[in-house]
């Protein structure tokens, strides 16, 4: 059974960082191109990062680029997600989510597996 299980969420103040971790079992985790998304109260799922089975290629969205770094360490079937210069917009259920097809890039779709989510709320 495909799992993905988020951590590290939490209450930060503006402008600090967070380490988020995804730890995946059930499938061979490192075939599979892997995603960090997440949602804003009100808002739809908006796209955050993408990683390339062994890390060569990272995507970011234009509203996280220079901040975020995803990673991933493919010995221990983790996905990270490094979150620094935090601002309230950044406020959001973050979840991690696993390309249904593997050794492909298919580009993030809403319909993707994903984990139950980690919060993270930036206030001061």
């Known amino acids: 059974q495909v799992q993905l299980v988020e951590s590290g969420g939490d209450l930060v103040q503006p402008g600090g960082s967070l380490r988020l971790s995804c730890a995946a079992s059930g499938f061979n985790f490192s075939n599979y191109w892997m995603y960090w998304v997440r949602q804003a109260p009100g808002k739809e799922l908006e796209w955050v990062s993408a990683?390339?089975?062994?890390?060569?290629?990272?995507y970011y969205a234009n509203s996280v680029k220079g901040r975020f770094t995803i990673s991933r360490d493919n010995a221990k079937n983790t996905l990270y997600l490094q979150l620094s210069r935090l601002t309230s917009e950044d406020t959001a259920m973050y979840y991690c989510a696993k390309d249904p097809r593997d050794l492909i890039y298919s580009g993030w779709g809403p319909r993707f597996l994903r984990g139950q989510g980690t919060q993270v709320t930036v206030s001061s």
């Open positions: 990683i390339s089975t062994r890390a060569v290629s990272t």
